[in-house]
DNA sequence: CATGAATGAGCGTTCATTCAT
DNA sequence: CATGAATGAACGCTCATTCAT
């Protein structure tokens, strides 16, 4: 997988964290770190789902995570980092669906996936994912989401040059196929829609009407 | 224009105020109080280009409008009640824009003068637009806003009934087309494009794309 | 009358002004001052009683008198100044009571009118007369308060002199009268008893259990 | 003792906290915030006493404290929380030695006992018995004050009883009781008055004056 | 490492007072 | 003089962050 850093600590904090990824198996303390992390992350996700932007602070999510203020700060230098990591872990989830449809039958086949993939996670945690994206937004884009945001416009990108498309146009469609994507999603579930199905013939549509015909 | 509002005091503050609609002709007393509270939203807009939404205090719009904080209070009973008329501004001049292309020789026509104005009205403040675009998705949707955003709606739904759509139809479609001109030139703006006609192709190509062939 | 105080001006404005007390005959002028200055001492009065000590303030003053907040400092120095005026428009009507009560047929019938003029007028504008207590007992104690005060005890002081007390012993307890009936008709007002007869009655067992028996 | 509250936490912050009254061994946490809380109430009684009503606020009171703002409103709510903690402090002490009163020989020493405690209680700290009892009379009167009060009130009514008034009669002077001592005790303290031997002596005047002959 | 009490800069808001009209 | 918009010091309160235990 290209982006397993959801699965460890956010930030190196011991030089023996730094091995997790050559070294998957973890000792107790490792474990137990880890699991702090992601009960932090999870308690940060059910704030935001459950009493929104306006709740979300630090001494909520430690406390609807089960540990204290200290253990957050243990293991993210700062809130904006908690939200970052809680981005990567949400964004990490679905870039791995979105790479993974890349094994598909054909371009076009591909694509679709793609699309059900995206609508399949927004629609799991509508109000998580909005408002992630709306943090997403504000936050002074930092490396590890432009890489992020990145690597799932390369992934429709490489899409888009298997289906046909030259360089230069991949790389000016990649971009706008995500905001169409996004820009739907999000007012959907801003709207509350909940079938999947419907939503993904609406994009569909869109992303396809946006392609040239030579696609696929 | 149906939606005058932005032109006058954002609240009422005195009666003689409220005939503003009825009596253009302003008193003395109309005239300041309208300039403070332009220079109150035009303060809020500046501070929200400058420096963000960090920087977004009622104590620094004061300062960039070069009033006192009482002013801004005397105008506005919170700061949220600044961002929603700041929005009320300027989604309020888009509105009218998009409202005045149903004038145009043809349906398509139409469509593509509300996206050429649409991608202006980003292009003019891209910052400014952008950051109002989060704050409008963050807010507790007050009815002004609702409205407003449904005025938007609305124009498009009107120009797709006069290109042939049926009416089921253009309600599905409408706040489609407006998810996808908004992802579009919200993402473009965040990635500092500058260039009106090739980013007005792009959605052009997108929103046709999206629409049945029978359009028109 | 020994303080007309509260018929003119609170503080002298104009030479003219000052000879109100000379000069009964006013000019139009001094008459539509004096009317402003009732309207605002009743402004505060009823704010008061509408609506608390914590609605108290300059600005619904002025509204509730029908005034602009200019007027009210253009009569009063401060916001201080208009309670003080207030409390010696309320207590120097008391007084003007008290003091005629020295014309009774006996020092006992004297006293026990005090009483009854107390309790009366507690129980005329309940509200605000515990409230004005507070704010006199909150209040930096200006001369004009203290004079007012010490010319109920020293009517009481009279009093207690003429029913045949030695002078020493009239200096000492008549503050202590005042307390008594103080404390006695402000818990009353406050438990909102309005019997009248009942609370006067008690009222006098206090006092006259208080004095000693040789007096009267 | 009826009401210990005053002793512990104003407010219940840990589960821990909640044993108090059972355990009253305190863990190190507890003794720490129970100084906390203990620091916060003195530096409110100091600035009051030192400073005024005008400048009794939250960040005086925290920096005369000694602690930040930020540990006044881990404790208490509002700052009328503070001050409704620091009056049942004062209250509650004064209370107790009332209630204390009850075991004297004879109903007469028992009241003549509760009137030493309140004349000691005020000359104790008169500013600050002074202005909270203006505070006491100003603020909502939420339960627990209100119940402060009544248990005072309950207490010299139970002292009646034992004296040998019928109930309806106890119940009808105990508050003129209260309202008398408190109405002389409070003057007294305004004029600065230091001896409480003549002021004691004058108070039980008033109260066995205004009782009937046959009480004790 | 975990805890959670403590910190304090900073924000939203009020309101007594001023002053241009 | 009347008006009421404008002022700005000051207050109550929050919450990201630190640190003693």
Request: glycine share 6%; hydrophobic share 50%; aromatic share 4%.
């Given at each position: 997988?290209?982006n397993?850093?959801?699965?460890?600590?956010?930030?190196?904090?011991?030089?023996?964290a730094?091995?997790?990824?050559?070294n998957?198996?973890?000792?107790p303390k490792?474990?137990?770190?880890?699991?702090?992390?992601?009960?932090?992350?999870?308690?940060?996700?059910?704030?935001?789902?459950?009493?929104?932007l306006?709740?979300?602070n630090?001494?909520?999510?430690?406390?609807?995570a089960?540990v204290?203020?200290?253990?957050?700060?243990?293991?993210?230098?700062t809130?904006?980092?908690?939200?970052?990591?809680?981005?990567?872990?949400?964004?990490g989830?679905l870039?791995?669906?979105v790479?993974?449809?890349?094994?598909?039958?054909?371009p076009?086949?591909?694509?679709?996936?793609?699309?059900?993939?995206?609508?399949?996670?927004?629609?799991?945690?509508?109000?998580?994912?909005?408002?992630?994206?709306?943090?997403?937004?504000?936050l002074?884009?930092?490396?590890?989401l432009?890489?992020?945001?990145q690597?799932l416009?390369?992934?429709?990108?490489?899409?888009?040059?298997w289906?046909?498309?030259?360089?230069?146009?991949?790389?000016?469609?990649?971009?706008?196929?995500l905001?169409?994507?996004?820009g739907?999603?999000?007012?959907?579930g801003q709207?509350?829609?909940?079938?999947?199905?419907?939503?993904?013939?609406r994009?569909?549509?869109?992303?396809?009407?946006?392609?040239?015909?030579?696609?696929?």
């Open positions: 997988m290209s397993p850093s959801h699965f460890g600590l956010a930030y190196p904090v011991t030089k023996a730094r091995d997790d990824a050559l998957p198996r973890k000792s490792q474990l137990r770190a880890a699991a702090t992390v992601a009960a932090i992350l999870e308690g940060a996700a059910r704030i935001l789902e459950e009493r929104g306006e709740a979300y630090t001494n909520a999510v430690a406390l609807r089960g204290s203020v200290g253990s957050v700060y243990q293991y993210f230098p809130k904006e980092a908690v939200t970052r990591a809680l981005i990567q872990r949400e964004t989830a870039l791995a669906e790479e993974a449809c890349a094994t598909a039958a054909s076009r086949e591909a694509l679709e996936a793609m699309i059900a993939a995206c609508v399949a996670h927004q629609l799991r945690r509508p109000v998580l994912a909005r408002l992630l994206d709306l943090e997403e937004a504000r002074p884009l930092a490396d590890d432009r890489d992020l945001a690597s416009v390369s992934a429709l990108q490489r899409n888009l040059l289906g046909g498309l030259d360089s230069a146009a991949a790389r000016e469609i990649a971009p706008d196929l905001a169409i994507v996004k739907m999603v999000d007012a959907a709207r509350r829609e909940t079938d999947a199905g419907a939503l993904g013939a994009v569909r549509r869109a992303v396809f009407g946006y392609l040239p015909d030579a696609f696929g």
